[in-house]
């Protein structure tokens, strides 16, 4: 397969570095060999984006409609690039989550995993999180998309860590604003770095198909971009 020379390169690559990673800060305590495997999710491990059906399913088809035409000024200057894709998502968020009990969505979110999210996922994206996983890689989704359904989906489908979005909780309310900043472009290496320190220490694969994943692309060994089947950097 394409991706077996890849991984070769890579146990060259890391026996060389065995001394100097010795005095190296200590990787997470469950990570397993030095390979990582980071995948991004809304149409990378999905055909599709995952944010607006989640949504559509968290509050019913008429409150979801009614909502999207509450806020379409709003979206038409996000269409228009007058205003970050941050700040719409957030919008967003806020007009459909606000005061909800932190329970009440972490539920809808296990619930949205296990009865859509699985009919969204690639079967090659299957196959290739399967690959790793028979490889004993250590594998991590990392995504702009919310955690109160990536969490659970992650932990069904094998995955070791999960990287994404949360909103911001007061005494078990959900405001609806972003947790610190939208899990996209630059911040993705960032949330990547924090978890797992100098990232030049491990044999970093990243698959990923827009342009929030460029940087994360960039930042890794063997980009994947827009495919499974050879080294495509953004």
Same mark, same amino acid.
């Given at each position: 397969?394409?991706?077996?020379?890849?991984?070769?390169?890579?146990? @060259?690559? *890391?026996?060389?570095?065995?001394? +100097?990673?010795?005095?190296?800060?200590?990787?997470?305590?469950?990570? =397993?060999?030095?390979?990582?495997?980071?995948?991004?999710?809304?149409?990378?491990?999905?055909?599709?984006?995952?944010?607006?059906? *989640?949504?559509?399913?968290?509050?019913?088809? *008429?409150?979801?409609?009614?909502?999207?035409?509450?806020? +379409?000024?709003?979206?038409?200057?996000?269409?228009?690039?007058?205003?970050?894709?941050?700040?719409?998502?957030?919008?967003?968020? +806020?007009?459909?989550?606000?005061?909800?009990?932190?329970?009440?969505?972490?539920?809808?979110?296990?619930?949205?995993?296990?009865?859509?999210?699985?009919?969204?996922?690639?079967?090659?994206?299957?196959?290739?999180?399967?690959?790793?996983?028979?490889?004993?890689?250590?594998?991590?989704?990392?995504?702009? +998309?919310?955690?109160?359904?990536?969490?659970?989906?992650?932990?069904?489908?094998? *995955?070791?860590?999960?990287?994404?979005?949360?909103?911001?909780?007061?005494?078990?309310?959900?405001?609806?604003? =972003?947790?610190?900043?939208?899990?996209?472009?630059?911040?993705?290496?960032?949330?990547?770095?924090?978890?797992?320190?100098?990232?030049?220490?491990?044999?970093?694969?990243?698959?990923?198909?827009?342009?929030?994943?460029?940087?994360?692309?960039?930042?890794? @060994?063997?980009?994947?971009?827009?495919?499974?089947?050879?080294?495509?950097?953004?």
């Amino acid at each position: 397969m394409p991706f077996l020379p890849a991984l070769r390169l890579c146990d @060259n690559q *890391f026996n060389n570095q065995k001394l +100097s990673m010795r005095h190296a800060s200590p990787p997470p305590a469950q990570l =397993i060999g030095s390979v990582v495997a980071v995948f991004d999710f809304d149409g990378t491990l999905t055909r599709r984006d995952s944010l607006l059906p *989640f949504l559509h399913w968290a509050v019913g088809r *008429f409150r979801f409609w009614w909502g999207i035409l509450v806020l +379409s000024p709003m979206l038409l200057r996000y269409a228009l690039r007058l205003i970050p894709n941050w700040r719409a998502k957030e919008a967003m968020l +806020s007009y459909f989550f606000a005061n909800w009990s932190e329970e009440r969505l972490d539920k809808v979110g296990q619930r949205f995993a296990v009865q859509v999210l699985p009919q969204l996922l690639r079967p090659e994206a299957l196959q290739r999180v399967r690959w790793h996983q028979e490889q004993q890689h250590h594998l991590v989704i990392l995504s702009a +998309s919310l955690e109160a359904y990536l969490r659970p989906l992650g932990e069904s489908m094998g *995955f070791d860590h999960v990287i994404s979005t949360r909103l911001e909780v007061q005494w078990g309310i959900v405001s609806g604003r =972003i947790l610190g900043k939208n899990c996209y472009g630059q911040e993705k290496v960032e949330r990547l770095k924090a978890y797992l320190g100098d990232l030049s220490e491990y044999c970093l694969y990243a698959y990923g198909d827009s342009l929030g994943d460029r940087e994360l692309l960039n930042a890794a @060994n063997y980009p994947y971009y827009r495919t499974f089947d050879h080294v495509s950097p953004f």
